[in-house]
């Protein structure tokens, strides 16, 4: 399998551009979760899918972030609009059950700068 | 609540001394997860190990080795005769019921070996 896949890697946008992050996770797996790193904050989860569904959205940042997963091998994450202090690396990762017994797998991540 | 920490922010070695890093968790849950992830300089989250909460036998893969104690909440991972390769930031995680089967990352440990 090729792992998660993210794309694109980097992303370098003007503060008020639309960004869109785009996740393709591990055939078979059921759960996807995305994870923004920052130095100040650690690896901080936005949001989780099962089964497609959002479970828990209360990480996202405020109104501006807004995520999605039409199908089982697909998700985004879309900033809209974008400000500096978006700028991180984020993370999709999935998993097969969901974390409770099976370990995440990660993408290699976006790295976002926002100017 | 559902806690993950680990106290050394930045560990620095002489290669083939043998480290250990320090996870200590809270949680309420009667069966959680444990995992320890390595991200090198390169950014990727590497999955390394999964402990169950009604396993306390340590683990031993190659020059990693794992150390669970319940009556601690401590879940330490060392490093035997380290190399310059293992040098990355180690994140413990947990996992469970309580988390709402999402990961809860600590802040990570930063190790550099020195060749």
């Known amino acids: 399998d090729a792992g998660v896949i993210q794309s694109p890697r980097h992303e370098v946008t003007e503060m008020g551009q639309e960004v869109t992050l785009r996740c393709k996770p591990i055939?078979?797996?059921?759960?996807l979760f995305w994870y923004r790193q920052t130095m100040m904050r650690g690896l901080e989860l936005l949001i989780y899918?099962?089964?497609?569904?959002?479970?828990?959205d209360s990480g996202m940042p405020e109104d501006r972030f807004s995520a999605k997963m039409p199908n089982a091998s697909f998700s985004t994450l879309k900033i809209q609009p974008s400000e500096p202090r978006d700028s991180a690396v984020y993370f999709c990762?999935?998993?097969?059950?969901?974390?409770?017994?099976?370990?995440?797998?990660f993408g290699q991540g976006t790295r976002l700068t926002v100017v | 609540a559902q806690k993950v920490t680990q106290a050394q922010t930045e560990i620095s070695v002489v290669e083939k001394e043998d480290v250990t890093l320090d996870c200590v968790y809270e949680?309420?849950?009667?069966?959680?997860?444990l995992f320890w992830y390595k991200q090198p300089p390169s950014g990727e989250l590497v999955f390394l190990i999964r402990?169950?909460?009604?396993?306390?036998q340590n683990e031993i893969s190659g020059r990693y080795s794992w150390n669970f104690q319940k009556s601690t909440s401590s879940f330490n991972f060392t490093i035997t005769a380290s190399q310059v390769v293992d040098s990355a930031v180690y994140f413990c995680?947990?996992?469970?019921?309580?988390?709402?089967?999402?990961?809860?990352f600590g802040t990570g440990t930063s190790l550099t070996v020195i060749p």
């Open positions: 402990r169950n909460s009604f396993d306390e």
């Open positions: 990762a999935s998993s097969e059950l969901g974390g409770a017994n099976t370990e995440a797998f």
């Open positions: 055939s078979g797996h059921n759960s």
């Open positions: 899918f099962n089964n497609n569904v959002p479970i828990d």
């Open positions: 995680a947990l996992s469970g019921k309580g988390t709402g089967n999402q990961f809860y």
């Open positions: 949680t309420r849950d009667t069966t959680y997860y």
